[in-house]
C-alpha cells in the first residue's frame, strides 16, 4: 500500500455512485438508532449524504428512513449479514465506473474530502491503467486505515467480492479486512473528516466541536439549507459583512432584517449565488451612504454633525459605543 500526497484545490469530478453503509447493531450506543442520532441538529446520516451530494446514484444499505435527499435504498441477505455483504447489496445497485463508500457516523465528512478521494483515484498520480490503485481511503490520526471513507474502482469491488464469496460460500460475517486485503489501495491522511461515532462520548465530542467558534457558523447554515430544503452556495462572508455594516451604521435590529430583505430580493430576481451577491451589494452600499451621513465633514458645505441631530462639537463617532447607531457590538 503507497501513501499519496493530495494535489492542491480539487476541480469538478466525474461521475460516480455512492454506497452508504447504515446498518448494524450500534452495541456502543446502547444499540440507539446511530444513523439518526443528531449531530449539529442533523442525523448523522443526512450529514454523510451531504457530503455525497454530487453522486449520481446514492445506495444506503438500511432500513428506509425520511432523509433529506433522495436515495435508493438496499438491504443485505441474510439481515445483519456484515459489512461486506451489506457492501454487496449496495454494489449491486451502481453503475458508475469509481464507487464512493461511506459509513453512516461520519459529523465531519464534506463534499471536500469526497472530492479529494476521487482526485486521488483519477488522479495524474495514478493514471488509468495498471499503475491506477483500486482504491483510496482515509486513514485516522493514530495511522489506521477507515476503509469506509473511500472511493474505489467498482469493478475492482466486484472482482474481489465475487472472490470471496467463491472461496468462504458467501460473505456473511467475513470481516472487511479481507477485502481491503486483496485490493491495492492508496491512504490520505485526514483526522478531521475519518473521525466517526462509535460511542456515546465520540458523539459529544462531535457536539462539541461544532460549535467552537470556527466552525459553528457554517454548521448552523448547512443545518438551516438542510431544513429549508435550500441547495445554494453563497458567499457568508458578504452576508456577514452586510449585517456588521448594518447593525453599525443603522441599529443593531437592522442586521437581521436587512439579510431577510436581500434573500427576499434575491428571490425575485431568480435566486442563485449572484443574485444573492448583487443584492447584498447594493444594501452594503446603503447602509455605508447612510452611516457616512453620520459623520461630520463627509457632506460638502455641511455643518459638523448635519442630518445626525447632534449639535455642533457634541457627535459620536459611529461605532464608539456612546452614540446613535452605536448599540451593534464590534463583532456584529
Excluded: N
Excluded at 439518526?36 to 448523522?44: A, E, I, K, Y
Excluded at 465506473?97 to 498520480?125: I, K, Q
Excluded at 456473511?172 to 485526514?190: E, K, Q
Excluded at 458567499?235 to 437592522?254: E, F, N, S, W
Amino acid at each position: 500500500m503507497t501513501a499519496y500526497e493530495p494535489p492542491g484545490a480539487p476541480g469538478p469530478t466525474a461521475p460516480y455512485d455512492a454506497v452508504v453503509l447504515a446498518g448494524g447493531a450500534a452495541r456502543r450506543l446502547g444499540g440507539a438508532d446511530k444513523p439518526g442520532v443528531r449531530v449539529g441538529g442533523r442525523p448523522l446520516l443526512d450529514r454523510v449524504l451531504a457530503a455525497c451530494a454530487a453522486a449520481t446514484t446514492t445506495v444506503v444499505v438500511a432500513e428506509p428512513r425520511t432523509t433529506v435527499r433522495p436515495v435508493r435504498w438496499a438491504h443485505e441477505e441474510p439481515p445483519g449479514g456484515g459489512p461486506l455483504a451489506a457492501l454487496d447489496a449496495g454494489l449491486r445497485r451502481t453503475s458508475a465506473e469509481d464507487v464512493v463508500v461511506l459509513s453512516a457516523d461520519l459529523p465531519f465528512l464534506d463534499e471536500g474530502t469526497v472530492r479529494r478521494l476521487l482526485d486521488a483515484l483519477r488522479g495524474s498520480h495514478a493514471p488509468r491503467g495498471p499503475g491506477r490503485p483500486d482504491g483510496v481511503l482515509l486513514s485516522d490520526p493514530d495511522g489506521r486505515d477507515q476503509p469506509l471513507v473511500a472511493a474505489y474502482r467498482a469493478g475492482a469491488l466486484r472482482r474481489e467480492l465475487a472472490a470471496l464469496d467463491s472461496a468462504h460460500g458467501g460473505l456473511t460475517g467475513l470481516p472487511l479486512r479481507r477485502l481491503t486485503a486483496a485490493l491495492d489501495l492508496t491512504r490520505i491522511s485526514d483526522p478531521v473528516a475519518s473521525f466517526d461515532c462509535d460511542t456515546w462520548d465520540d458523539i459529544a465530542a462531535a457536539r462539541a466541536r461544532i460549535r467552537e467558534h470556527g466552525h459553528v457558523l457554517d454548521e448552523w447554515i448547512s443545518a438551516v439549507k438542510d431544513e429549508l430544503g435550500i441547495d445554494l452556495d453563497v458567499d457568508t462572508g458578504v452576508l456577514l459583512d452586510l449585517a456588521r455594516d448594518a447593525a453599525h451604521g443603522v441599529a443593531r435590529p437592522a442586521a437581521p432584517l436587512t439579510t431577510f430583505l436581500v434573500g427576499y430580493a434575491a428571490a425575485r430576481a431568480g435566486g442563485g449565488p449572484e443574485a444573492v451577491a448583487e443584492a447584498a451589494r447594493k444594501a452594503a452600499a446603503l447602509a455605508l451612504r447612510w452611516a457616512d451621513e453620520d459623520t461630520p465633514g463627509d457632506t460638502p458645505g455641511a455643518e459638523p454633525g448635519a442630518g445626525s441631530g447632534a449639535t455642533p462639537g457634541s457627535h459620536t463617532p459611529t461605532g464608539s459605543g456612546t452614540g446613535p447607531g452605536s448599540d451593534a457590538a464590534p463583532d456584529a
